[in-house]
C-alpha cells in the first residue's frame, strides 16, 4: 500500500487510463457526488471512465449524473472513493475488492486495502478531497462537477451543522456557491423534503414516546403493524433513531424496531453517555454515540429489560 | 433619515457614547446575536452601551449574554438592530419607536422610520453587517462576540442552508469558527434540541394531517385542545408552518390555528404557487411564499373554504 498525497494521485490519474470508480453500498450524497464528480473530471481529460455502485442510486441523486455520457471502454484502473472497508463495495467486493488500484477517503478507519490510498481523516467529506484533487490535474471545476461536490459535502456534514464542518469546508462551500451551484434546491432536496410515508412513520413513533427516570432517557417503538399502516419503506425508515435524543433533558435516546423474536435497539446519546456501554449487556456494540443491539422478547419483556439497563446506567 | 454605510456608522458609534441597543419583540438568534456582539464591542471600546428587548430572550440564548457585565448608565443615543418596523419593538415603541438614531438591519422592507440607517439587504443576517461593523471600529472580534454572531447567521440561515445564504455568508461563518466558536454545541442548541411538549405538539398535528389535490396540498390543523393536552407554550409551537409543504410533492402546506370564532391559516408554497394570491382571497396577504390569514367559521366550514380556494388555484 502507498499513501499518496494529491499530487501523486493526480500525476497518477494524468498518466493512466480506463477508470472504473466504485461506490459504496447503500450510497449516500458523499460516495455518489464524489464519485461523479472525479468521473466528469476524468472524461473532461479526454479519459475514459465510468462509476458503478451495487445498489441502485436514490432517485433524489439523479441530477448528479443526468446529461453524462458514459463512454464504453475495458476498465483497466479500479478506483474507490468513500469506501473505508471492501465489504462496503456489497455485490461488487468478490469482482474488485482485493484489485482496487486506489481508494480516496475520509474515514480515519480506512482498512488500507488499496494499492494506493489518498486519505484525509480531517476532511469532513471526500468531496473535499476531489475539490483539492481535480484542479491539481489541471481540470477546471464546472458547474455539474461543483453541484456534485456539494452535494457530498452537504450530505456529509448535515449542511454544515455537525462538528465535523471546519472552517476549511466553509471556504470550499463557498467557493462551490460561487461556481453557480443551486445550492436552495439541493438544500431543499437533501433535507427538506420527506414522503408521506415518512410524515406518518414519523408521526406513529412519535406517538408512543415513553420517558424513564425522570425523562433522562426517551423510548420510541416501531412495530411490523405500524410499518404495514403507513406503508414505509426502508428509505422512510432512515435516520429515526437520532429522534428521541434530541429531547430537551434527554441524556440517552432509544428506538424499538420488531424483529425476529424480539426488538433491534438503537440507543444515541449525548455527551456523558457510553452508548456502547449499553449495548455491551445485551451482546451489542458500537460507537460512544451510536450503538446497538438485540434484544429477545415481547415489546414489554425488552422494554422492561432496557428499563432496567439504563436505571443503572443513570445510577436511579 | 440618513443612509448610512460601515465606515460611516463606526464614526458615528466612535464619536458617541451611551447607547441603549433594541431587539425586535420575539427575540431570535439574529437580533439578540446582533445586539450582543455590538453591544460587547462598544464596551471594549470604553463605551456605556446595554441590550433591551420588550420580550423574555428564550433561555437557549443564554449564553451570549453570559459573563456579561453591563454599566449603569443613562442612555443618550438609541439602536435598533434587525428591527424593520417600529412596531416590531413591541412595547418599547411607545418610549423609543420615534427616538431611533440608527438602525442596523438586512431587511428589504426596513420602514426607513430611524435618523440613521445602516442597511444591507443582501446580507442574509443583520449579523453579516455586524461582523464587518465591528473590525470598522478598531475592535478585534473575541471568542464570545463570535459565538453572538454565528448564533445570528446561523439561526436566520437555517444553518447555512436556506436561500439567502450567499458565498460571503458562508466565508463569514468559516471566520468565526476559526475564532474559536463551539459550532458544534451551538448547533446542536438551535437546532436539533425539542422540548417534550414540542414532540407532543409536532405528534399530534402530523395526526391531523390531510392532502387535497391529489398530494399537492397538504393540510393540518392545532385546535386549543391538543394545546391544553400537550401543554405546549408559545415557543413550542413556533416553526410548525413549513411542515406540510416539506412533503414530497406537495406544492402548498397549510397550518389551521383555532383561534377566536375561527382559524388563524399560515400558508408555506414552493416555488410556482403565489401563497399571497391564496391568502388575499380571504384578506389576508404576506409573501410569494408565506402568507397568512384567518377565516371566520368551525374546523370543517374553514377547511371547505380553503379546499375550494386551493382548487381554484391549483386549477383542480
Known sequence: MKNMNTE?????????????????????????????????????????????????????????????????????NIIAVDVADPKLLGMLEEEYGGKVDLCIDHHGSNLKYAKRLLLDPKAAATGEIIYRLIPAMGVSIDKKMAEALFTAIVTDTGCFRYGNTTPETMRIGAELMSMGVDHEAINREMFDTKSRERMAVEQ?????????????????????????????????????????????????????????????????????????????????????AASGCFIKGTLSSVKEDLHIAISEVLGE
Open 204 to 288: 406513529a413513533v412519535l406517538s408512543t414516546l415513553d420517558y424513564w427516570c425522570g425523562g433522562k432517557c426517551a423510548v420510541m417503538y416501531l412495530t411490523d403493524e405500524m410499518i404495514q399502516k403507513t406503508n414505509a419503506n426502508e428509505g422512510d425508515l432512515e435516520g429515526l433513531a437520532p429522534m428521541p435524543k434530541r429531547i430537551e433533558g434527554v441524556k440517552i435516546g432509544i428506538t424499538l424496531r420488531q424483529g425476529d423474536e424480539g426488538y433491534k435497539v438503537s440507543v444515541r446519546t449525548n455527551p456523558g453517555i457510553d452508548a456502547c456501554q449499553i449495548c455491551k449487556k445485551f451482546g451489542g456494540g458500537g460507537h460512544t
Open 8 to 76: 501523486l494521485t493526480a500525476e497518477w490519474l494524468l498518466s493512466n487510463d480506463d477508470y472504473l470508480i466504485l461506490c459504496h453500498r447503500y450510497p449516500d450524497g458523499d460516495t455518489i457526488g464524489s464519485a461523479f464528480a472525479l468521473c466528469r473530471a476524468l472524461i473532461a481529460l479526454g479519459k475514459n471512465a465510468a462509476v458503478i455502485c451495487s445498489d441502485l442510486i436514490p432517485s433524489k441523486y439523479a441530477y448528479i449524473y443526468d446529461n453524462l455520457n458514459l463512454p464504453v471502454f475495458k476498465e483497466k
